[in-house]
């Protein structure tokens, strides 16, 4: 019986061509290693015009013995290719022929075809035991070859066309895989062969069989398949191995690398399904006749090839003005891709060429930092440190101290390298830091690099040396041609100014970036660095002031204040700090500057009033905005005066409360030199002029101009923030003083724009008031035959013509206000010329009627006087008289009402009047026999107004009975009341009782004082 061991004695050949083919492996993989360069220190992509020349060479040798068909993305023509070598190499025609030539006449390589036997699924299963102990025969047959069945296209089924057909040290072996129908080999094996287009491979799987006795195949029975199997062994040689498929493929249909699965092709029909077998192709050379391959480790030479060709790339774009996005164009890829199959390069070792040409090249030109992450992922993979000799180790642990120090060198200038003005500057500083995080990540990094400190640690220093020299870099770049305080003062505010905006680009768009990477806080560690050396030089600048301070110093102090709290609120708050800022109390330093600031402020305001009012032609902005530009001046000039406090904003409670009152002070005395101004230029445009409309107009927009002011300057308080500033001072400060002080102030110089509105409004009610009272003189004297309506006609057009031009002209308040003095005054002509038409009752009845047509044209559907407005306080004074009655008029029929004497304007009279009344006791002695006191308001121009009433039961008058009477009649208060409006009920009995003629009497009594009562119903306070 044959066992294993004899088994695989039979074939001796085939075991020493694997066990070279595997040596061969081993020591071309050691070829491909690069040699120990001469430097750590990472080489220049530049190569002298010698090296130039012969990777030229080596580029045209590969693109002309190019193998297998292009890749889909890849270029098809290779006269294409040599075009892009020619620009790539920036070769001259004549040159470019010449080495095509030379290149030409070279040495071809051996042609090789490398084949990886991965693995097979779902394969025959041959033994009694269901499974096979498969294995692969595989070679290279070229056309000549004798080849049963013919040429391997087409071709009749047939077994052991490798066994019988290639010479046995032209046949490799893979393993036998013991019982399994799933087998995997993962060998590889190198096929030479001359001519692509007549070449052929070939691949027979066989099932490896062992004499056995039956009774073990009996042992290993499952099935009746088995069984039929032991019949059918029975009939064959014993150990001859079973046929289970093979593969068989045309060279010129493999791409230049291969890597799918291939159905096994059967012999007969009996078994068409036998499984797929997993293969991986790849075209290479060996023997190359070019200098660089025979002199070179094929990695160097790949690495040239590839630095040369990505700076083209880069070239070519920066030629077009755009930027290399980090993609190869497709003639170099195909020739990197063809040059490193060709070489049988590795992935690791194409991955490692592709790290060291990208990081060389980044650090030489603008390449995009991406393009590392794709190589660091894929030596992170594959890495294993043994695969590397010591040289190629020192070559890559050099790449990475030289990226590093690099990017360190980048981020530590990263204001000037990636400039915001750049759009994509972001994206490129967060692409470099990705790649030092990823690189420094790496198994590689740290076996090679064991020295190195944490990135954060390295990146927080460069970015902290970084600052300072940015610093002071910004600092020579404002230094003074001319050096004086002034120039000194512009440099350290210019200085400041960019402080700030850097620190806000910080905040806003790189602290987001260091933060999400590195985790570091970039802003908080620029802003402690820069605020120590600012306060250091502004300190410095202050000291040099002195205690005398200039109004031009001043004002350059102030500009650096206020940048200065600007920086400060940058910060962080008091409660987050960890320590004290170099910044903190700067205010002091400023403090003797403050007098020339407040004066300063002033002096500027005063200014621009003058130049507002001077160029005011007191003419309404527009039909809306009815006061002139001098007014949006001045509200423009109060602005900014409170813009200038809050910019102040002095931290020192005490301080602050001073500086608060002095521009309250300042900003009260504008408003009056305001209106003394704008009345002066009122009287300047108004001299000489003979149109007295146009003087009109001119002061109602000096009226208007007033009334802006008043509303200006009664949002002070909002605007300079008394309320915050109440809270912060109340610690230092006496209960009260803020609201004396302040408020005092701005009541003052309210009541004196008031006084001023309301002269000016006084002047306007003059012109109309002669015109007023005229025409009210007027109305007296019209003919009888003219009717009333008629004759108050006159006096109704005129107001019309002129409240409507004043109210057209002046903003609501002062027409309000002048609206409320013409009503005041036509009463009091009214009033007048009553007094003294009294004996004429047509004159009465023509002022009573003008008087409720005159009530209507001020109340004017309510846009005019409100109706608790024409009650004024002269409209309100009465002319109060007693009418005294007994009742029932039925039991006091003889006796007439007796009225006591009228007093002028009085609403507290005291008459002091005796009235007697001749009655009999019984009558006063009834039930509801009383003294009616009635008081009335003696109206000139139309009937009295009743007052109210008063009842006295007359049997409560003292000595009534006939007692004795007691030595004085004491006093009796009676309140004064009116009818129910809405009736009572013992009169709603009284009017049903219709054949009483006395009750309705009574009633229609009592309704018409209702009426009284709902028509002119009691003041306040009467």
């Given at each position: 019986?044959?066992?294993?061991?004899?088994?695989?004695?039979?074939?001796?050949?085939?075991?020493?061509?694997?066990?070279?083919?595997?040596?061969?492996?081993?020591?071309?993989?050691?070829?491909?290693?690069?040699?120990?360069?001469?430097?750590?220190?990472?080489?220049?992509?530049?190569?002298?015009?010698?090296?130039?020349?012969?990777?030229?060479?080596?580029?045209?040798?590969?693109?002309?013995?190019?193998?297998?068909?292009?890749?889909?993305?890849?270029?098809?023509?290779?006269?294409?290719?040599?075009?892009?070598?020619?620009?790539?190499?920036?070769?001259?025609?004549?040159?470019?022929?010449?080495?095509?030539?030379?290149?030409?006449?070279?040495?071809?390589?051996?042609?090789?075809?490398?084949?990886?036997?991965?693995?097979?699924?779902?394969?025959?299963?041959?033994?009694?035991?269901?499974?096979?102990?498969?294995y692969c025969l595989l070679g290279i047959i070229e056309q000549g070859a004798a080849v049963p069945g013919g040429s391997p296209g087409p071709r009749r089924r047939q077994k052991a066309v490798v066994r019988h057909t290639i010479p046995e040290e032209q046949t490799h072996r893979t393993q036998v895989i013991p019982q399994t129908l799933n087998p995997v080999w993962d060998e590889t094996f190198i096929l030479e062969f001359e001519d692509i287009n007549n070449a052929s491979f070939h691949l027979d799987m066989w099932d490896m069989d062992t004499v056995e006795s039956v009774r073990q195949k009996l042992g290993e029975l499952t099935d009746l398949h088995g069984l039929r199997r032991i019949f059918k062994e029975a009939r064959k040689d014993k150990g001859q191995d079973d046929f289970l498929g093979n593969v068989v493929l045309r060279l010129q249909d493999l791409h230049c690398r291969e890597?799918?699965?291939?159905?096994?092709?059967?012999?007969?029909?009996?078994?068409?399904?036998?499984?797929?077998?997993?293969?991986?192709?790849?075209?290479?050379?060996?023997?190359?006749?070019?200098?660089?391959?025979?002199?070179?480790?094929?990695?160097?030479?790949?690495?040239?090839?590839?630095?040369?060709?990505?700076?083209?790339?880069?070239?070519?774009?920066?030629?077009?003005?755009?930027?290399?996005?980090?993609?190869?164009?497709?003639?170099?890829?195909?020739?990197?891709?063809?040059?490193?199959?060709?070489?049988?390069?590795?992935?690791?070792?194409?991955?490692?060429?592709?790290?060291?040409?990208?990081?060389?090249?980044?650090?030489?030109?603008?390449?995009?930092?991406?393009?590392?992450?794709?190589?660091?992922?894929?030596?992170?993979?594959?890495?294993?440190?043994?695969?590397?000799?010591?040289?190629?180790?020192?070559?890559?642990?050099?790449?990475?101290?030289?990226?590093?120090?690099?990017?360190?060198?980048?981020?530590?200038?990263?204001?000037?390298?990636?400039?915001?003005?750049?759009?994509?500057?972001?994206?490129?500083?967060?692409?470099?830091?990705?790649?030092?995080?990823?690189?420094?990540?790496?198994?590689?990094?740290?076996?090679?690099?064991?020295?190195?400190?944490?990135?954060?640690?390295?990146?927080?220093?460069?970015?902290?040396?970084?600052?300072?020299?940015?610093?002071?870099?910004?600092?020579?770049?404002?230094?003074?041609?001319?050096?004086?305080?002034?120039?000194?003062?512009?440099?350290?505010?210019?200085?400041?100014?960019?402080?700030?905006?850097?620190?806000?680009?910080?905040?806003?768009?790189?602290?987001?970036?260091?933060?999400?990477?590195?985790?570091?806080?970039?802003?908080?560690?620029?802003?402690?660095?820069?605020?120590?050396?600012?306060?250091?030089?502004?300190?410095?600048?202050?000291?040099?002031?002195?205690?005398?301070?200039?109004?031009?110093?001043?004002?350059?102090?102030?500009?650096?204040?206020?940048?200065?709290?600007?920086?400060?609120?940058?910060?962080?708050?008091?409660?987050?700090?960890?320590?004290?800022?170099?910044?903190?109390?700067?205010?002091?330093?400023?403090?003797?500057?403050?007098?020339?600031?407040?004066?300063?402020?002033?002096?500027?305001?005063?200014?621009?009033?003058?130049?507002?009012?001077?160029?005011?032609?007191?003419?309404?902005?527009?039909?809306?905005?009815?006061?002139?530009?001098?007014?949006?001046?001045?509200?423009?000039?109060?602005?900014?005066?409170?813009?200038?406090?809050?910019?102040?904003?002095?931290?020192?409670?005490?301080?602050?409360?001073?500086?608060?009152?002095?521009?309250?002070?300042?900003?009260?005395?504008?408003?009056?030199?305001?209106?003394?101004?704008?009345?002066?230029?009122?009287?300047?445009?108004?001299?000489?002029?003979?149109?007295?409309?146009?003087?009109?107009?001119?002061?109602?927009?000096?009226?208007?101009?007033?009334?802006?002011?008043?509303?200006?300057?009664?949002?002070?308080?909002?605007?300079?923030?008394?309320?915050?500033?109440?809270?912060?001072?109340?610690?230092?400060?006496?209960?009260?003083?803020?609201?004396?002080?302040?408020?005092?102030?701005?009541?003052?110089?309210?009541?004196?724009?008031?006084?001023?509105?309301?002269?000016?409004?006084?002047?306007?009610?003059?012109?109309?008031?002669?015109?007023?009272?005229?025409?009210?003189?007027?109305?007296?004297?019209?003919?009888?035959?003219?009717?009333?309506?008629?004759?108050?006609?006159?006096?109704?057009?005129?107001?019309?013509?002129?409240?409507?031009?004043?109210?057209?002209?002046?903003?609501?308040?002062?027409?309000?206000?002048?609206?409320?003095?013409?009503?005041?005054?036509?009463?009091?002509?009214?009033?007048?010329?009553?007094?003294?038409?009294?004996?004429?009752?047509?004159?009465?009845?023509?002022?009573?009627?003008?008087?409720?047509?005159?009530?209507?044209?001020?109340?004017?559907?309510?846009?005019?006087?409100?109706?608790?407005?024409?009650?004024?306080?002269?409209?309100?004074?009465?002319?109060?008289?007693?009418?005294?009655?007994?009742?029932?008029?039925?039991?006091?029929?003889?006796?007439?009402?007796?009225?006591?004497?009228?007093?002028?304007?009085?609403?507290?009279?005291?008459?002091?009047?005796?009235?007697?009344?001749?009655?009999?006791?019984?009558?006063?002695?009834?039930?509801?026999?009383?003294?009616?006191?009635?008081?009335?308001?003696?109206?000139?121009?139309?009937?009295?107004?009743?007052?109210?009433?008063?009842?006295?039961?007359?049997?409560?008058?003292?000595?009534?009975?006939?007692?004795?009477?007691?030595?004085?009649?004491?006093?009796?208060?009676?309140?004064?009341?009116y009818p129910a409006p809405n009736g009572d009920p013992i009169l709603q009995l009284l009017e049903s009782r219709k054949a009483d003629r006395e009750a309705q009497a009574f009633v229609r009594l009592r309704r018409q004082r209702a009426k009284q009562a709902s028509q002119h119903a009691p003041q306040p306070g009467r």
């Amino acid at each position: 019986m044959a066992t294993l061991f004899s088994h695989s004695q039979r074939r001796p050949p085939l075991l020493r061509q694997a066990i070279k083919i595997r040596r061969r492996r081993v020591r071309d993989v050691q070829d491909a290693l690069p040699q120990r360069a001469q430097e750590v220190e990472p080489q220049s992509h530049h190569l002298s015009s010698e090296e130039r020349a012969l990777l030229y060479e080596e580029a045209l040798y590969t693109v002309l013995y190019r193998l297998g068909q292009p890749e889909t993305s890849h270029v098809r023509e290779s006269s294409e290719l040599l075009r892009y070598l020619q620009e790539a190499f920036h070769m001259q025609p004549e040159e470019h022929q010449r080495m095509l030539r030379q290149v030409q006449e070279l040495e071809k390589p051996v042609f090789c075809l490398k084949a990886t036997v991965k693995q097979a699924k779902g394969i025959l299963g041959k033994d009694v035991s269901g499974f096979s102990d498969p294995y692969c025969l595989l070679g290279i047959i070229e056309q000549g070859a004798a080849v049963p069945g013919g040429s391997p296209g087409p071709r009749r089924r047939q077994k052991a066309v490798v066994r019988h057909t290639i010479p046995e040290e032209q046949t490799h072996r893979t393993q036998v895989i013991p019982q399994t129908l799933n087998p995997v080999w993962d060998e590889t094996f190198i096929l030479e062969f001359e001519d692509i287009n007549n070449a052929s491979f070939h691949l027979d799987m066989w099932d490896m069989d062992t004499v056995e006795s039956v009774r073990q195949k009996l042992g290993e029975l499952t099935d009746l398949h088995g069984l039929r199997r032991i019949f059918k062994e029975a009939r064959k040689d014993k150990g001859q191995d079973d046929f289970l498929g093979n593969v068989v493929l045309r060279l010129q249909d493999l791409h230049c690398r291969e890597d799918q699965w291939f159905p096994l092709e059967p012999c007969t029909e009996t078994y068409p399904d036998r499984g797929q077998c997993h293969l991986q192709f790849q075209f290479i050379h060996k023997r190359r006749a070019t200098t660089a391959s025979r002199s070179q480790p094929s990695y160097t030479v790949h690495l040239h090839l590839l630095q040369q060709l990505v700076s083209h790339e880069v070239t070519q774009h920066q030629a077009g003005s755009t930027s290399w996005d980090g993609l190869l164009s497709s003639q170099a890829a195909t020739i990197l891709f063809l040059h490193a199959t060709q070489k049988d390069l590795s992935d690791f070792h194409r991955s490692l060429a592709q790290w060291l040409a990208y990081s060389h090249l980044y650090q030489s030109l603008e390449i995009p930092s991406s393009c590392l992450l794709h190589p660091i992922t894929s030596i992170e993979y594959q890495w294993i440190q043994g695969r590397l000799k010591e040289e190629q180790r020192e070559e890559l642990a050099a790449s990475f101290n030289s990226l590093l120090a690099y990017g360190l060198s980048l981020i530590r200038r990263f204001r000037s390298v990636f400039p915001l003005s750049v759009p994509d500057s972001p994206a490129r500083l967060q692409s470099l830091l990705r790649v030092l995080v990823q690189m420094c990540k790496m198994k590689a990094f740290g076996e090679l690099c064991p020295d190195s400190a944490p990135l954060p640690r390295l990146v927080t220093e460069a970015l902290r040396t970084g600052t300072v020299e940015w610093f002071h870099l910004k600092q020579q770049h404002h230094q003074p041609m001319v050096q004086g305080f002034p120039e000194a003062a512009k440099a350290l505010l210019s200085l400041v100014q960019d402080i700030i905006g850097d620190l806000h680009q910080c905040q806003r768009t790189w602290n987001k970036i260091f933060h999400n990477v590195l985790k570091i806080d970039l802003f908080s560690m620029a802003f402690q660095e820069l605020q120590w050396l600012v306060a250091k030089r502004v300190q410095d600048h202050t000291a040099a002031v002195g205690d005398t301070v200039t109004m031009e110093v001043g004002e350059s102090l102030f500009q650096l204040y206020v940048s200065l709290k600007e920086l400060c609120q940058l910060g962080p708050v008091p409660s987050e700090r960890d320590g004290v800022l170099a910044l903190d109390g700067f205010h002091r330093w400023f403090q003797p500057a403050i007098p020339s600031w407040l004066q300063k402020t002033y002096s500027v305001a005063l200014a621009r009033v003058q130049r507002a009012v001077q160029m005011d032609e007191l003419v309404p902005l527009g039909e809306l905005t009815k006061h002139s530009t001098s007014a949006v001046d001045l509200s423009t000039c109060f602005a900014q005066i409170s813009h200038t406090a809050r910019q102040l904003d002095w931290p020192d409670p005490e301080e602050a409360f001073m500086i608060t009152v002095k521009f309250v002070e300042d900003t009260c005395r504008l408003a009056l030199v305001y209106c003394s101004l704008i009345k002066a230029r009122a009287r300047e445009l108004s001299a000489g002029q003979k149109d007295q409309g146009q003087a009109a107009n001119m002061l109602c927009v000096v009226v208007n101009d007033m009334e802006q002011l008043r509303l200006v300057i009664g949002r002070l308080p909002t605007q300079l923030a008394w309320e915050a500033l109440e809270q912060r001072v109340g610690a230092v400060l006496e209960q009260g003083q803020l609201q004396n002080t302040l408020h005092t102030q701005l009541q003052t110089a309210l009541a004196g724009l008031g006084h001023e509105i309301r002269a000016g409004v006084r002047t306007l009610a003059e012109q109309l008031e002669a015109g007023i009272a005229k025409h009210i003189q007027k109305l007296v004297g019209v003919k009888e035959s003219v009717l009333p309506e008629d004759a108050i006609l006159p006096l109704m057009k005129f107001l019309e013509v002129k409240l409507c031009y004043m109210n057209t002209n002046l903003v609501q308040e002062n027409f309000s206000s002048l609206l409320t003095l013409l009503w005041t005054h036509t009463l009091m002509v009214l009033a007048e010329v009553a007094a003294s038409q009294r004996s004429c009752p047509l004159a009465s009845s023509r002022l009573k009627i003008a008087l409720q047509n005159l009530e209507i044209c001020f109340y004017a559907e309510g846009c005019g006087l409100p109706p608790e407005a024409l009650h004024t306080a002269t409209f309100q004074s009465s002319d109060p008289f007693v009418q005294l009655t007994l009742e029932p008029r039925h039991v006091f029929p003889e006796l007439a009402p007796r009225e006591t004497q009228k007093h002028k304007k009085d609403l507290h009279p005291l008459f002091d009047e005796t009235f007697e009344f001749l009655v009999p006791a019984e009558p006063c002695q009834k039930d509801g026999a009383c003294l009616l006191l009635t008081v009335l308001d003696h109206d000139t121009l139309g009937a009295d107004d009743l007052e109210g009433e008063a009842f006295l039961p007359l049997r409560s008058v003292p000595g009534l009975t006939g007692a004795e009477e007691p030595g004085g009649v004491p006093q009796t208060r009676l309140p004064l009341t009116y009818p129910a409006p809405n009736g009572d009920p013992i009169l709603q009995l009284l009017e049903s009782r219709k054949a009483d003629r006395e009750a309705q009497a009574f009633v229609r009594l009592r309704r018409q004082r209702a009426k009284q009562a709902s028509q002119h119903a009691p003041q306040p306070g009467r």
